[in-house]
């Protein structure tokens, strides 16, 4: 199934896997609303709304960029309701935007606590809820609505937690939302979904995570073929999993993942977290 003419409202998509997805979708023809904080350029981070803005105009999908802090519920509202009246709706969100910070408990200062917090687990509730009632037109329209979090499976063991229990409990906060939601707006016939990296991702966000080499890691282009295959399925039987990007990718008949490495024909990759 194509994108074309969906409606995405994509969080954080003005670099790394959120913009990956939105190019993606943007391929098929498909309307993206670029919801994120960047709007000057900077020099340790490449993008900004407008430069993805421009990528996805050149992709062949229609776009608007949109300047929001997802921790501020006026800021959210605001812009959802502009993207449903510019495009007549919205089809599809994806959370993608988080804040991370690998710390211990001794050296997190709260400051960021609240930070992974309110960007990972309360922006992601609140840009649900936001989207909830445009969601539910467009299933009662046949549109096919979709959710996808970019959060990983549950996994309450202790290893998860033991190097950086804030970091886990916010991703984790994200993964609650998708198992609670799923169930929620199953009788509304929107589907909820996560999705996770089995490796590392070359991303701005391997900068803050000390003697890690982005060159064993895979492209988010991985990443968003895996979103791809998810946000065109069945919205009414493709709901509540918690999807890792290759076993998508298999399930959709794509084995040869070679393209996706940052070196090509690396297959000693470092293994991202949360997966057992």
Not at 26 to 41: H, L, M, Q, S, Y
Request: with cysteine; net charge neutral.
């Amino acid at each position: 199934m194509s994108l074309s003419g969906r409606t995405l409202f994509i969080t954080g998509g003005s670099r790394g896997i959120g913009l990956a997805i939105a190019l993606r979708a943007a391929r098929d023809g498909a309307n993206i609303v670029i919801a994120a904080k960047t709007t000057e350029p900077n020099p340790k981070l490449p993008g900004t709304i407008y430069s993805a803005a421009q990528g996805i105009e050149q992709a062949g999908g229609r776009a608007l960029p949109l300047a929001v802090d997802i921790r501020d519920e006026n800021a959210v509202a605001a812009a959802v309701k502009q993207a449903a009246e510019h495009f007549g709706g919205i089809d599809i969100l994806v959370n993608n935007a988080s804040a991370i910070q690998l710390s211990n408990t001794e050296h997190t200062a709260m400051k960021r606590f609240d930070l992974m917090f309110g960007v990972n687990v309360r922006g992601t509730y609140v840009c649900t809820q936001a989207c909830l009632p445009y969601l539910k037109q467009s299933a009662q329209a046949g549109r096919n609505p979709h959710i996808l979090t970019l959060s990983p499976p549950l996994s309450m063991q202790a290893r998860w937690f033991k190097d950086h229990v804030a970091y886990t409990m916010a991703k984790y906060g994200m993964s609650m939302c998708v198992l609670g939601h799923s169930e929620e707006f199953r009788p509304y016939g929107i589907a909820v979904n996560a999705l996770w990296p089995r490796t590392i991702i070359n991303t701005a966000a391997l900068q803050v995570i000390p003697g890690v080499d982005a060159k064993l890691g895979r492209k988010p282009e991985i990443m968003a073929d895996a979103a791809h295959c998810i946000l065109a399925s069945d919205a009414r039987t493709t709901t509540g999993n918690f999807f890792v990007d290759d076993e998508v990718l298999a399930q959709h008949g794509i084995t040869e993942l070679d393209s996706y490495a940052v070196i090509p024909g690396n297959k000693n990759f470092l293994p991202d977290f949360f997966l057992d």
